[in-house]
């Protein structure tokens, strides 16, 4: 079931949350402003009314609004300690819609005149309205950073059957791996024998490769190191750590220490990439038949 699956790392980047709390922010603000005509217990005015009312309404407004920041800073803290899965952001947010609805219905009971309705009618209320008011525009908002995201990967293309004037190179790959940004702009090409390994750097990933002076250089692309396992499954890349896909191409050599595997590259630059326990048996399966590669552990 989907909602125990972990919930992609870009819904809790810091830009997302900002950006999804300022959204949030001003939809409610059209939703109250669409809301209060038709509302005959709504009590809280955006502008204009007494002075007293309005201050009232800031108060509201300025403690939800510095709620939900505190809730988001708490959520983008946590992501450090614990895995949240799509079943904990869904609460999260129903906890931060109750909290809006209690500060409105304290408000409402202990300061509003006149006021007799009974609690849980007021909180029942709030809670509808708050769910449309923030519920919706945090689903637009998770929507649109799941498109972009899903813009921002690697792609293999074959370029066996593209024209150009320039003379073919012997043994050059008729493949390219290419990089594109949010709008689709292609911003890397690089053919496969270049590449060295993938670093995943939180929601940002860095491709090391060997430019045409024979440089080691980084390009960085935001990006989730899954989405490139993905993209590569059955190629070259392979997945040997949580933090790097390396080319197996440029591996000079896989050796066992007392605390692990480890990948040395055809690059001096390049220190030696770990092998997790999670990725050993994928690592060595393509080095099975390769044996003189692999140097046994000295005791």
């Not at 407004?61 to 709620?67: C, K, R």
């Amino acid at each position: 079931m989907f909602l125990w699956k972990k919930l992609p790392s870009y819904l809790l980047g810091k830009y997302q949350l900002i950006g999804t709390v300022t959204f949030a922010v001003l939809f409610a603000v059209i939703f109250l402003n669409i809301y209060i005509p038709f509302s005959d217990t709504a009590w809280f005015v955006l502008g204009g009314g007494d002075t007293q009312t309005f201050f009232f309404t800031l108060t509201f407004v300025g403690t939800s609004i510095l709620s939900l920041i505190l809730s988001r800073v708490a959520m983008y803290r946590c992501k450090r300690f614990i895995s949240m899965n799509y079943l904990g952001y869904i609460l999260w947010c129903i906890l931060e819609i109750v909290i809006v609805s209690l500060i409105y219905t304290w408000i409402t009971s202990n300061i509003i005149p006149d006021y007799h309705e009974p609690l849980i009618d007021t909180f029942s209320r709030a809670f509808l309205y708050g769910t449309i008011a923030l519920g919706i525009p945090y689903l637009i908002a998770g929507m649109y950073f799941a498109i972009i995201d899903k813009n921002n990967t690697i792609r293999l293309m074959n370029y066996e059957h593209v024209v150009t004037d320039e003379a073919p190179r012997e043994n050059a790959s008729k493949h390219k791996i290419t990089l594109f940004d949010n709008s689709g702009t292609l911003k890397l090409s690089l053919s496969p024998e270049n590449l060295y390994y993938i670093e995943s750097d939180d929601n940002y990933i860095k491709v090391w490769y060997t430019d045409s002076k024979a440089e080691l250089k980084q390009y960085m692309l935001r990006c989730r190191l899954k989405t490139v396992e993905e993209s590569f499954k059955d190629s070259g890349l392979v997945r040997c750590n949580r933090k790097y896909i390396v080319n197996i191409k440029k591996v000079s050599m896989l050796r066992k220490e007392s605390d692990g595997y480890f990948l040395d590259l055809a690059n001096e630059a390049i220190q030696p990439l770990p092998v997790t326990k999670t990725y050993t048996d994928a690592v060595l399966s393509y080095f099975t038949e390769q044996s003189p590669l692999l140097e046994p552990m000295e005791d």
